[in-house]
């Protein structure tokens, strides 16, 4: 739908569409592994929380993805995650970027690892979360800064369609960078030269501190599609169907040569901005006073709202009512996760920390560089 930003509402999400491939046609392990994935990405979460809360030798800090789970799984399973470099599908990340690793594939060990700035990370201890990355799994890194990663990702889009290639490139990016250049000029390039580009906004209704109604002009962000004249999606962010369904029809867009789709996800952070502040260790979700907010910026009763449509009872209901699994079958599946994600940490616990003096590695060329200017 060229141009106009569609709804994919509850009652038709699960039915036949113009893709003609939808969440129910995928196969019962991949369903499964779905709230899988769903399920690591908040034990992780809620793991690393509680260790910066009372672990004062844990190095670790995070802005935590809990209760957008359902956005990167939903949307990291309609992509091609396995195969060799110029095969895999690619994603870019935000600050918040620890759901979106776990939704893609990287190895859980070595992510907990770099968190805590050990040897044996994904990146050496050198990136800690802001900067994590692993290109083997398509994985392309975290963005301290607000903003820029849809640039980048758009190169990457261009780079594959001179290839003729036929990967597709994913940038996640919160509601704030609505109000970027980057998140024009990006939907511009991806427009103009038709890429195989995918913009995802994930919605929280918060940057930082601020509702996005302070910078963001209208109630849908999706519908800054339309002066581009590319489809602008609104979904539910909550339902990993839903967000599915939409991605694997901008995916099929994209990978068919047809151009970018920017997909707005309604969805809500269960922790403040970063870190833990307000939280209690052992529950879910920050409910108190955040120093750095100087306020409980949040109303009480907004957030516990949005926690009873929770990511994870959702997708474990719909499994249920599909006859994949029983409650206990998904009971075990989640204490399944909780042990591998205990044994993450764990093993991250051990493992040697980086060195200081080789924090300068691979930032500047080493050896000999020999001198060359353009042809």
Not at 197 to 203: D, G, R
Not at 286 to 291: I, K, L, S, T, V
Not at 326 to 348: L, N, P, R, S
Not at 356 to 361: F, H, S
Request: net charge negative; hydrophobic share 40%.
């Amino acid at each position: 739908m060229a141009g106009a930003a569609a709804t994919i509402s509850s009652s038709v999400a699960y039915g036949a569409g113009e893709s003609g491939f939808w969440a129910k046609d995928l196969e019962d392990e991949q369903l499964v592994d779905m709230y899988r994935r769903i399920l690591r990405i908040r034990w992780h979460e809620r793991t690393m929380a509680d260790k910066m809360m009372t672990d004062p030798t844990y190095r670790g800090y995070n802005h935590f993805y809990a209760g957008q789970e359902a956005v990167a799984v939903g949307v990291c399973s309609a992509l091609r995650n396995a195969g060799s470099f110029d095969q895999i599908d690619l994603i870019y990340s935000t600050h918040r970027p620890t759901g979106h690793a776990i939704a893609k594939g990287v190895d859980l060990k070595r992510m907990c690892a770099e968190n805590d700035f050990r040897a044996t990370g994904l990146n050496s201890g050198y990136a800690a979360e802001m900067h994590i990355a692993d290109p083997s799994v398509g994985f392309m890194g975290a963005d301290g800064m607000i903003g820029p990663g849809p640039v980048i990702a758009v190169g990457s889009a261009f780079a594959i369609k001179a290839r003729d290639s036929d990967q597709v490139v994913v940038n996640f990016g919160g509601d704030g960078t609505y109000a970027t250049p980057h998140f024009h000029s990006a939907l511009n390039n991806a427009t103009l030269l038709k890429l195989p580009f995918i913009y995802v906004v994930e919605n929280n209704l918060y940057h930082q501190y601020a509702h996005y109604s302070f910078s963001v002009p209208m109630k849908d962000i999706a519908t800054a599609a339309e002066p581009y004249g590319i489809p602008g999606v609104v979904v539910d962010g909550q339902d990993v169907m839903q967000v599915y369904n939409a991605a694997k029809i901008a995916v099929d867009r994209a990978r068919a040569g047809e151009g970018p789709t920017l997909i707005e996800a309604k969805t809500y952070r269960y922790y403040n901005h970063w870190g833990a502040p307000g939280a209690t260790p052992g529950e879910l979700g920050a409910f108190g006073y955040d120093p750095l907010a100087i306020s409980s910026f949040r109303p009480e009763r907004e957030l516990r709202a949005w926690m009873q449509r929770d990511p994870v009872d959702i997708s474990r209901k719909i499994l249920i009512d599909w006859g994949l699994l029983d409650d206990a079958k998904a009971d075990a599946i989640e204490t399944e996760v909780k042990a591998e994600v205990t044994e993450a940490f764990a093993w991250a616990a051990e493992q040697p920390l980086c060195k200081p003096e080789d924090g300068l590695k691979h930032v500047f060329a080493e050896g000999v560089v020999e001198a060359r200017q353009l042809a």
